[in-house]
């Protein structure tokens, strides 16, 4: 073999163990690619930027990378899956009917460019929505989005600029002049139904005591005259509950024309029970 022959060999056998080394040498690129994204993922996932975190462990999860980091990113990127929280986005115009070209940033970054339904995915924690569509004032919402949270409905109103202000929730559930009225009703019904008693007590009453008269005084028994004390104190005591409640009716009723806008007043009738009669009082707070 002379010197050219042999510095040919040479070559040619430097070239077959490169090409041999160049799929190690890619593998080995592979897989620390794998292992950075691993890391980075679950310190995205940590950080609560779950949707980054999400991308790193697809990537560390692909068929390219070891078994092991493999299992242990398709486990994180089930987690994190699931840890997404997802927001239902809509918008009204001023009478109260759906919009769709509206579009919506989430801290200055664009979130949706048109409101067609379906559900947006968003990172956990402290949010600034902004709802913008032409012609009309854009509105910002303020809202904090917890972990696993899905399908959460969030709405804005959209106004022309200038345009009145919405009512506030507690002007549109404010009672109405029904409701207002329950109470006045309520103890005028329950000064009624202790009239009624209070006559059927007294006359029953009168009735035994007239009875009693009549037939065995002075030497009628206890228990008779014990029965007939008994109609009387219930008597007296119904009399007192239908003045306490008819008080109160009329009471409730001059507060409410007096300051209706001040909150409805607590009203309560006491009872006391007195040998041969009943101290019925009236009290508020206003």
């Given at each position: 073999?002379?010197?050219?022959?042999?510095?040919?060999?040479?070559?040619?056998?430097?070239?077959?163990?490169?090409?041999?080394?160049?799929?190690?040498?890619?593998?080995?690129?592979?897989?620390?690619?794998?292992?950075?994204?691993?890391?980075?993922?679950?310190?995205?996932?940590?950080?609560?930027?779950?949707?980054?975190?999400?991308?790193?462990?697809?990537?560390?999860?692909?068929?390219?990378?070891?078994?092991?980091?493999?299992?242990?990113?398709?486990?994180?990127?089930?987690?994190?899956?699931?840890?997404?929280?997802?927001?239902?986005?809509?918008?009204?115009?001023?009478?109260?009917?759906?919009?769709?070209?509206?579009?919506?940033?989430?801290?200055?970054?664009?979130?949706?460019?048109?409101?067609?339904?379906?559900?947006?995915?968003?990172?956990?924690?402290?949010?600034?929505?902004?709802?913008?569509?032409?012609?009309?004032?854009?509105?910002?919402?303020?809202?904090?989005?917890?972990?696993?949270?899905?399908?959460?409905r969030v709405s804005a109103r959209l106004?022309?600029?200038?345009?009145?202000?919405?009512?506030?929730?507690?002007?549109?559930?404010?009672?109405?002049p029904a409701s207002a009225l329950f109470?006045?009703?309520?103890?005028?019904?329950?000064?009624?139904?202790?009239?009624?008693?209070?006559?059927?007590?007294?006359?029953?009453?009168?009735?035994?005591?007239?009875?009693?008269?009549?037939?065995?005084?002075?030497?009628?028994?206890?228990?008779?005259?014990?029965?007939?004390?008994?109609?009387?104190?219930?008597?007296?005591?119904?009399?007192?509950?239908?003045?306490?409640?008819?008080?109160?009716?009329?009471?409730?009723?001059?507060?409410?024309?007096?300051?209706?806008?001040?909150?409805?007043?607590?009203?309560?009738?006491?009872?006391?029970?007195?040998?041969?009669?009943?101290?019925?009082?009236?009290?508020?707070?206003?």
């Amino acid at each position: 073999m002379n010197q050219r022959t042999s510095r040919r060999f040479l070559v040619a056998a430097a070239l077959s163990a490169l090409a041999c080394l160049e799929p190690a040498r890619a593998r080995a690129g592979d897989a620390e690619a794998c292992f950075t994204a691993s890391e980075e993922g679950q310190r995205l996932r940590d950080e609560g930027r779950l949707r980054e975190a999400r991308a790193r462990f697809i990537a560390c999860g692909g068929a390219g990378c070891p078994d092991l980091v493999q299992s242990d990113c398709a486990g994180w990127l089930t987690d994190v899956t699931a840890r997404v929280p997802t927001l239902i986005l809509s918008a009204q115009d001023e009478q109260g009917h759906d919009v769709a070209d509206a579009r919506v940033t989430i801290d200055g970054a664009p979130l949706a460019a048109r409101l067609d339904g379906k559900a947006v995915e968003v990172d956990p924690g402290e949010h600034v929505l902004r709802f913008e569509r032409a012609g009309s004032a854009p509105v910002e919402l303020r809202l904090v989005v917890r972990e696993g949270e899905k399908l959460r409905r969030v709405s804005a109103r959209l106004a022309r600029p200038g345009a009145g202000a919405i009512p506030p929730r507690e002007d549109r559930d404010a009672p109405s002049p029904a409701s207002a009225l329950f109470l006045p009703i309520a103890l005028g019904g329950a000064a009624a139904v202790s009239g009624v008693v209070y006559a059927a007590l007294g006359l029953s009453a009168r009735a035994d005591a007239d009875r009693l008269r009549a037939t065995c005084a002075p030497r009628c028994t206890e228990a008779d005259v014990d029965a007939v004390r008994a109609k009387i104190l219930g008597a007296n005591i119904a009399f007192g509950v239908g003045v306490a409640a008819l008080g109160g009716a009329v009471a409730a009723l001059v507060l409410r024309r007096a300051e209706p806008a001040a909150p409805a007043a607590a009203t309560a009738v006491h009872v006391l029970p007195l040998p041969g009669g009943a101290a019925a009082a009236l009290g508020g707070r206003f």
